[in-house]
């Protein structure tokens, strides 16, 4: 791979299989360059997806795995025009524009709902098999959250493979 199709690409090594997430810093920069720096820590190594609601998303990057954990780092929001569609990648927050901290989430469906009110910082360009099978949280349940969840095995930037 030449270093263009290397730049700002991450690797989720989850159970069922490897995703090849593409980053947005041209919507995002202060996101994108801040899970680099989390990624780089292996901040998100053996984080579980602690809610995953079957045909909305799945959300990880809690090391607690209760929701409310993170790297006690928020970001003011980076909110776009993206459009929020499978595959996306977005920052989980509060009521709060300004409180996103670590935790992230993939949609496994188109959500147009979100456009605008939440910071896209990157789309799946591969794998979004693994991020399907990902356990999903019991039907009817309002909180999303899973059972035994699955965890992120590792995640690493592409430029940073050896």
Known sequence: MSNHETADRLHLDLPAGRVTIRMRPDLAPNHVA???ELVRQGFYDGTPFHR????FMAQGGDPSGTGTGGSGQTLAGE???APVTRGTCGMART???????SQFFICLADAPHLQGQYTVWGEVEAGMDAVDALKKAPMGRQSGLVDDPDHLVRA?????AG
């Not at 995953?52 to 045909?55: E, F, H, K, T």
């Not at 009521?95 to 901290?101: G, L, R, T």
């Open 34 to 36: 801040r899970i680099r």
């Open 52 to 55: 995953v609601i079957a045909r």
């Open 79 to 81: 909110f776009s025009d």
């Open 95 to 101: 009521q709060d524009p300004d409180s996103a901290d």
């Open 156 to 160: 690493r930037l592409v430029e940073d």
